[in-house]
């Protein structure tokens, strides 16, 4: 597609509920990125795959977090037994990941998670 | 670790007025940095980038960026703000293979 695309665009579930954020990067970026807005906020780095594999999960919160990648395209973020406090808009974002250029993400619309 | 200051919370201009935002980077190595920019209900696209070379950084829709390594700062300016630059900024550095690292952002309303 065009561009990065994400589903769904908003999301309510319960406490305690496991979720599925997905993510479409660009045709072609090999590398994709996984951050987490609260209000007020900066975007908050969680994970960066090249590839099929995790180069860099830092940023996820805790073992309640988990995101994949199984073929090196589309990537889907997993969160289990959801918090009140895990309410916040994920973004994806996705870069050529090589070179220069490589450093130039572009982002989705976002994931408006609500945690009730 | 890297982090990234921006010193402005919310900025309110008339328009035809200058603009120049704060940013303060933290980092000892080589950096790339960025400006990001978030229309009301749309999603973050890319103002501009500097990677090396010239220090003043030319993006789009006539805003500008100075990068001055001896004061690790990244201030982005635009000389007249218009009405349509109503938006949220985000300054962004990434040092060298670390993650890229945003700021907490800056409200801009232009008043026509």
């Known amino acids: 597609g065009a561009g990065v695309s994400q589903t769904p665009s908003n999301k309510v579930t319960e406490k305690g509920k496991y979720v599925e954020l997905r993510c479409d990067p660009i045709s072609g970026h090999t590398a994709l990125y996984w951050y987490r807005q609260s209000l007020g906020q900066g975007p908050e780095f969680l994970i960066y795959f090249q590839g099929t594999g995790a180069a860099d999960d830092s940023g996820l919160p805790n073992d309640r977090f988990f995101a994949v990648r199984p073929e090196g395209s589309v990537s889907t973020l997993k969160i289990q037994r959801t918090e009140r406090g895990d309410s916040a808009v994920y973004l994806c974002?996705?870069?050529?990941?090589?070179?220069?250029?490589?450093?130039?993400?572009?982002f989705g619309p976002g994931t408006r998670l609500t945690v009730l | 670790a890297q982090s990234v200051s921006q010193h402005n919370h919310h900025v309110i201009l008339s328009e035809a007025a200058s603009l120049e935002l704060g940013c303060n980077y933290s980092y000892g190595g080589t950096v790339n940095l960025f400006w990001y920019v978030q229309y009301p209900g749309q999603h973050l696209q890319l103002l501009l980038k500097?990677?090396?070379?010239?220090?003043l950084v030319k993006g789009i829709k006539g805003f500008e960026a100075e990068f001055i390594k001896s004061k690790f700062s990244f201030n982005l300016r635009k000389p007249s703000v218009q009405w349509s630059d109503t938006a949220e900024y985000f300054c962004?550095?990434?040092?060298?293979?670390?993650?890229?690292?945003f700021g907490t952002g800056t409200k801009l309303q232009v008043i026509p």
């Open positions: 974002a996705s870069s050529l990941g090589m070179g220069l250029a490589g450093n130039e993400q572009f």
């Open positions: 500097y990677f090396s070379g010239d220090p």
């Open positions: 962004a550095v990434k040092g060298g293979y670390q993650k890229v690292t």
